[in-house]
């Protein structure tokens, strides 16, 4: 890992923990500002709207001006929304900066992968990104129990000081070690060509293939511990360490799916789609089990997270003249299947149909994202065309 793939990882880890940690301190943060914990959970769906909504906007805004300038204003925002959400007076305000902070949060995971795979060669674009991505899984690991046990022993108001140091070492690492021309030929072409890029079915057919996987995913993970604890019969204290192994397998996965991805990317990305299937079925079938339960959570989050390496690769090759807005509208996808991935999960529960149907939905949810998978790569055959180069 160079330094300038480091200072970026830095940065995703940063931003992946300012999103995650919330959920450890919620109770807390709703008895310090004196509403309920149902209120507080819009600090959670806020986050999500700004990375969906405000993410490709101020990516297309900022495409003219140097990356290296637009990440460490960035970082710098970011850091001074961990600042502002630490001193916050009341809910509102909080709500508010968390807010500003999703909207940098959104653009600069877009930015960042068209900055790091500008800093290696064609064969490394999966590695360069499946690097990034790492951020946000190894802000699982480390990050949100670091966040919520300084939260524990110190009140939330410290867990927003200790992720504003983090994110003030990111800012330091970028501006020390990104090179002032990374990513340079991102910043030409026209805000016409960005929407075009849009319509190419390459794009639009990983977009979709970005929503079903997550509406499979959170379908089931935003329900996770209450499915352990019920359904799988584990012990409370015993749930976060199965957690820890999904998210140590969710890290292997993504560089596993980072090195697919370099090697042969469509039939890779087709062959993990169709591996998460059969995840979804086995979670369904063996989560009474305990001991083979937890194995089947570490495997589930290694090929859940595999996935975001070719998908990711793919909509930044074929929006290579103009990756801005594509690139932006990936956490976009991820955040929209989310919140309906958490919705279905709710109505099948509010159906009486208990945790252990919720893997149905992602069985059903991948079977559609291997067939569009399918579909895609059948039609890029059948009319070949080459991969757009960067606009000069």
Partial sequence: MTLPLFALFLAAFAFGTAEFVIAGILPEVAAGLGVTVPVAGYLVTAYAAGIAIGGPLLAVATKKYQRKTVILVLATIYTLGQLLCAIAPDFQFLLAARVLVSVVHGTYFGIAAVVAVSLVPAERRGFAVALILSGLTVSNILGVPGGTATGNALGWRATFWAVGALGLVATVAIALFLPGTAGAASTSGSFVREFKALGRQQIVTSLLIVVLVMIGQYSLFTYIAPLLREVTGLNVNIVPWVLLLYGVGS??????????????????????????????????????????????????????????????????????????????LIPTGFNIGIAIGAMMGASVLEQGLGYRALPLIGCVALVLAVGVAVTSHVLELRTPRPLPKPAT
């Avoid at 090697?263 to 169709?274: D, G, K």
């Avoid at 001991?291 to 997270?305: E, H, R, Y």
Wanted: aromatic share 12%; proline share 6%; hydrophobic share 60%.
């Fill in 251 to 328: 890290t292997i996965g993504v560089f596993i799916g980072g090195r697919l991805a370099d090697w042969r990317l469509m039939p890779s990305l087709i062959a993990i789609l169709s591996a998460q299937a059969v995840a979804f079925g086995l979670v369904y079938l063996l989560s009474p089990y305990p001991v083979v339960m937890a194995v089947t959570v570490f495997v589930w989050g290694g090929v859940n997270f595999a996935f975001g390496s070719p998908v990711q690769s793919r909509v930044l090759a074929w929006a290579g003249d103009a990756p801005n807005l594509a690139s932006s």
